[in-house]
């Protein structure tokens, strides 16, 4: 009989993965923000993962994105016929949209991944007349310089259906990052108290304010660069006597007039049919009266004004311009 002790049995070397319904909408979210399978993984681990008592591995996770039904475009497998009932029904809202754009909003608004030459063959098959009209645009390049992130909001207003619709639009965006961070439409774009309200609510929400402002010179923009520049004031006494605000003259708020040109060229025609078809309807109620009726607010959603700074500055190494806001009261502005 051997003298040899058995060998002892080790327990699992490897933690328990985390469940996949705990890591759904951190996938989701870091999914919509189209990064990489280790750049999700990464970010799992930094932030929503308890590196004690859990694991997780590159494979691992890709079993669980697989399982919740985020499976890259290789794996859908689409085709020119499987996409095409879903371009029929985004060019209602979409009429104008190119490839590129295309594929996000296969993307964020059907939830299926196609690649940009699949979109393509589809449009030269069956849209071949709009890849004629496009191939005839011209572009110019422009550059445009800013320092960082919050370093500069440019805001501009947008009348093209002010006097059709009665529909006025103001937006306020980061030119660097790319943020819309508001897009309001009303009856009125040219209130200046309403437009620092505008300001106001976003600063409120953010808890942060950008260094300078910048706007097409117009009445309506005063009160936000005299209210910007006194909060500036306030916050660092070295700059009083010097305005916070940037005017440019016509034609030169570029990155305001790129936002609606945009919106022009890939929104505004399918939008305009929809209303076209409201006033059409709203004309059969000729003669009725509607007392106490009053216009209401309408904001146009976007996905991009909630993605936090901090997150954007570390993934890409950005300098990130901004100035604490929440100790301000309005009434000083009023």
């Not at 280790?38 to 308890?50: D, F, S, V, W, Y």
């Not at 496009?134 to 002010?162: E, P, S």
């Not at 009053?294 to 004004?305: G, L, Y």
Request: charged residues 25%; contains cysteine; aromatic residues 12%.
């Amino acid at each position: 009989m051997s003298n040899e002790l058995e060998p002892v049995r080790q327990l699992n070397q490897y933690k328990p993965a985390p469940s996949d319904e705990s890591l759904r909408p951190h996938i989701e979210k870091y999914w919509r923000q189209n990064m990489s399978d280790i750049q999700m993984l990464a970010l799992l681990k930094k932030h929503h993962i308890n590196l004690a008592e859990y694991g997780l591995g590159i494979r691992t996770f890709r079993k669980i994105r697989e399982r919740l039904g985020f499976v890259r475009t290789r794996k859908q497998g689409h085709t020119v016929e499987s996409i095409r009932p879903h371009i029929i029904k985004l060019r209602v809202t979409y009429p104008k949209a190119g490839g590129r754009e295309m594929v996000n909003l296969l993307k964020f608004e059907e939830r299926i991944l196609v690649s940009r030459p699949v979109v393509m063959q589809y449009f030269h098959l069956y849209e071949a007349h709009q890849v004629r009209e496009r191939r005839r645009g011209h572009f110019r390049r422009k550059r445009f310089w800013a320092a960082g992130a919050n370093d500069l909001w440019a805001m501009d207003q947008h009348d093209k259906w002010k006097y059709k619709f009665g529909l006025a639009l103001h937006s306020g965006i980061d030119p660097f990052l790319g943020l819309i961070h508001w897009m309001n439409i009303w009856w009125n774009n040219s209130n200046p108290r309403l437009i620092l309200k505008y300001y106001l609510d976003v600063i409120e929400r953010l808890g942060f304010m950008p260094l300078v402002m910048q706007s097409d010179p117009g009445n309506e923009n005063t009160a936000v660069a005299n209210g910007h520049t006194l909060i500036r004031h306030h916050q660092d006494p070295n700059l009083r006597g010097k305005l916070q605000h940037r005017w440019m003259r016509e034609k030169k708020n570029v990155t305001s007039e790129i936002t609606w040109s945009q919106m022009r060229r890939r929104f505004t025609p399918g939008f305009e049919n929809l209303l076209d078809v409201g006033i059409h309807e709203a004309s059969s109620f000729a003669g009725f009266s509607f007392p106490g009726f009053r216009p209401n607010s309408t904001h146009i959603s976007t996905a991009s004004t909630t993605l936090a700074n901090a997150t954007i500055a570390t993934r890409f190494y950005l300098t990130v311009f901004q100035c604490t806001c929440s100790s301000i009261p309005k009434t000083m502005l009023f």
